[in-house]
């Protein structure tokens, strides 16, 4: 009951209810049964959800922590409806319940399937035409560059696999490329040996122009319908990165024994960094050895991370 201001009393209305449930298996209210809320819960990943609402809307839910990225996904639908022919979704509102700390978003739903609800079911030939698509767009994010290393709004930008899962909250923005590897490593300091971080350090590929990157390229973020990619969704991770991040992470991040025919297909048509990647890769493995001190590691990750250090720490391989 809200304080000062006087309720209706509701016992009528419960009392016709008891009544009619009363009766004949619900006869008197012959939709009650077959009803089918619009309301779904379609997604859910740690403590966030995403529910549809309807054919025409999504409500995305997220809490408001250190670690979230920044709820800024109407500037960065506008930003690229602006800059690109990028088909996006739009905002149709969004609020902060702060009695609970969530943060509420509804979208429009882009009419169609998700490509992974596709894939499935499609042809070889349909999967490159799809792939295609996809990376024509992505060139469009290409000529998109920066002064500085971060989202749109000059905000810090978050990525758990460019720093680690010890280093959530927001990080930059950045404008030099030593000031984004001193984010990169700062818990590496102290834990891994400050030669092999130096050596590592020497082997990162130049970062500018900082791009602007989408970041979580999965085939559940690509929709299509008619056998035309007709949305790109889920920018949260975008922002201006380093020019090689959205091939780099692709290829480290998208998880190719699920995704393995779109790992091959879209990592082909994309900007190639090689060097990115393998440079990626061993910075990886040491957050993976340094993490193994916190928590439970996959034992083939601490291998692959000590065998890296191992390599780094060898005069032998790095002679003036």
Known sequence: MISGVSQPSRRPIFARFEMATRRSDYQVLPDFKSYSSGVQLIHRSCNRRIWSLGSMALCKESPITPAETPFDDQAIYEFLEERTTIPVPSVISEWVDTGNNIHYSIKEKIPGESLDQLWPTISWEEKEKMADET?????????????????????????QMLFNCQYPEPQGPFKTEDE????????????????????????????????YTHGDLSLGNIIVEKGKVVGI???????????????????????????????????????????AHEFWEKFHSLVHKVESVYRSMDPRKLRVGNATLEELLDDDAYVN
């Open 180 to 211: 984004l590897w001193n984010a990169m490593v700062a818990t590496l300091k102290g834990q891994i040996p400050q030669k092999a971080l130096d050596r590592l350090r020497a082997q990162m590929p130049r970062c500018e122009p900082w791009t």
């Open 233 to 275: 969704i889920d920018w949260e991770w975008s922002g201006y990165f380093p020019v090689w991040w959205e091939y780099a992470k692709f290829r480290g991040g998208v998880p190719r024994w699920i995704e393995s025919e779109w790992w091959e297909l879209l990592a082909e048509r994309m900007d190639k960094y090689p060097e």
């Open 135 to 159: 990376a024509e767009y992505l060139r469009q994010l290409r000529d998109l560059t920066s002064p500085y290393c971060g989202r749109v709004e000059e905000t810090g930008i978050v990525d």
